[in-house]
């Protein structure tokens, strides 16, 4: 983890003012005050918790939060060692396949294009432009390699 | 100016596009696609996998459109692109619902619609839309007033709801690495909507609104819950209050489909000159 955002956590009081923002906290296992003080207390490492997945990076934890720790940007860094180590959640995987090979997360089908037609709009999402797409896939390729292999 | 569309909009939601074509020729402000744009890529997903590969793909979007603006209407496009934008010094990104609200005006918005749309609508913020406030620094973090003034401005009411500024459970990837998070999410979201008889949701995402709109299918199939709410963009309102047939808007091939309010869209009450 970042060196610098890591030393940010150690401003954590414990108030417990971020899991009483967090949406995901109420329907899932995600704790954001209690994953704070395994790492406080017990060097827990945030990394070590898949919940993490859990959070929808809405950002109230770290606009809240007294300290001014960047929860949520935590929360994101952290999930690049479990993606490391475990690899992605669910449909995540498909998703940077997706990224990897059509430039888009969400790639166009032929029903979606036939809508633009109707509509009378251009295509020129770089999944429809060879150069474009071929531009952006190798940047993809580049650190997905190096973070999941 | 130029459109940044994103996934979404490009090759699901193209009504939305469509719309804020309409409005900008409407405005008299010249825009054109961004010929060639990628993913922008979504903020939190590919920040969750590497940071610098968000960085250098967003750098390649913003570079581009020139120095010219580029104007965005996706919560998670503007986000990307907007930090970036930031971080790099280079760029001018905007979100259509804040140029809309600090360009144009709302004054300039109720002298350019053709007529009023008396509807009752849930207005859904998005996450990204108005945090986090390091970078969003034209808005309150608490208690954003952009969207409920902009509905105002078309003559509808912005319904207030439990939940108002919760998310919609679609972002930071939980929609397609946790399904069922997500959905117990958006259960909780739309019960509270759903006690105050609305005509419709009102969103300024793309990616929200697959989540409102596809999601209420998807809580039909798994959970049998029906909700029957329709979903829409706020430009695809505003395009219509502005004259555009309610059908270019693309509305009528979203998974709810309303006929009662596709009819009050056609109808709208006229505007006195």
Not at chain 2, 138 to 165: C, H, N, W
Request: some cysteine; aromatic content about 8%.
């Amino acid at each position: 983890m970042n060196e610098e955002l890591a030393k940010t956590l150690n401003r954590c009081m414990q108030c417990g003012t971020c899991i009483g923002s967090c949406f995901s906290g109420r329907v899932t296992a995600l704790n954001t005050r209690k994953i704070l003080m395994g790492y406080i207390a017990k060097g827990i490492p945030v990394e070590s918790h898949d919940a993490l997945w859990f959070c929808v990076t809405c950002y109230a934890c770290q606009e809240r939060c007294p300290r001014g720790i960047p929860i949520t940007d935590i929360i994101l860094e952290a999930r690049n060692e479990l993606a490391r180590r475990k690899g992605l959640p669910g449909r995540l995987k498909n998703a940077f396949s997706y990224l990897e090979k059509h430039s888009a997360f969400v790639p166009g089908k032929e029903k979606n294009m036939k809508m633009r037609k109707e509509l009378d709009l251009p295509v020129y999402h770089s999944q429809f432009d060879e150069r474009a797409r071929k531009e952006v896939s190798e940047i993809v390729s580049k650190y997905l390699k190096e973070v999941i292999g | 100016m130029k459109f940044f569309p994103g996934c979404m909009i490009h090759n699901r939601y193209p009504g939305i596009e469509k719309s804020l074509y309409f409005v900008f020729e409407n405005l008299g402000i010249e825009i054109s696609p961004l010929n060639g744009s990628s993913c922008c890529p979504a903020p939190s997903i590919t920040k969750s996998v590497s940071h610098d590969m968000w960085l250098e793909i967003g750098k390649r979007n913003i570079e581009l459109a020139e120095n010219d603006t580029i104007m965005t209407a996706c919560n998670g496009c503007f986000t990307s692109l907007f930090e970036v934008s930031k971080k790099t010094g280079t760029g001018d990104v905007r979100h259509v619902a804040e140029f809309l609200y600090f360009d144009v005006g709302i004054e300039k918005i109720k002298r350019s619609i053709t007529k009023r749309l008396p509807l009752r609508l849930a207005i859904h913020y998005g996450c990204h839309f108005f945090r986090p406030g390091e970078y969003k620094k034209f808005t309150s973090q608490e208690r954003p007033r952009v969207l409920d003034e902009l509905v105002r401005a078309i003559g509808s009411e912005s319904v207030d709801y439990r939940y108002k500024m919760m998310c919609c459970g679609g972002g930071g990837g939980v929609r397609a690495g946790a399904t069922e998070v997500s959905q117990d999410l958006l259960e909780i979201k739309l019960e509270a909507i759903s006690q105050e008889e609305v005509d419709a949701i009102v969103v300024i995402c793309p990616l929200c609104l697959n989540q409102f709109d596809n999601g209420q299918k998807e809580l039909e199939n798994s959970r049998n819950e029906n909700y029957n709410i329709p979903v829409v963009h706020y430009i695809q309102l505003l395009a219509v209050a502005m004259g555009m047939d309610p059908e270019l808007t693309g509305i009528q091939w979203h998974s709810i489909s309303s006929t009662d309010l596709i009819e009050k869209l056609i109808k709208g009450e006229m505007v006195e000159e």
